[in-house]
């Protein structure tokens, strides 16, 4: 269908894209926390980090 005589080569090559776009969201999601992290004030030395935590983050 696509060109390849092997379904095996047509899975690598899919996969591969695969990849690249989850690791471009995963960045992009680093990147939104860390930008909120940084809006944030500081917080004193004594805080917990779980103070922080919002569920809402991980989705």
């Known amino acids: 269908m696509l060109g390849h005589k092997k379904i095996e080569t047509t ?24 930008s909120k ?3 944030r004030p500081s917080k004193p030395s004594g805080s917990n980090i779980a103070d922080d935590f919002d569920e809402g ?3």
């Open 37 to 39: 992290a940084a809006a």
């Open 11 to 34: 899975i690598r090559f899919y996969e591969g894209l695969l990849t690249d776009d989850a690791f471009a969201r995963y960045d992009g999601l680093i990147e939104e926390m860390r």
């Open 57 to 59: 983050d991980l989705l």
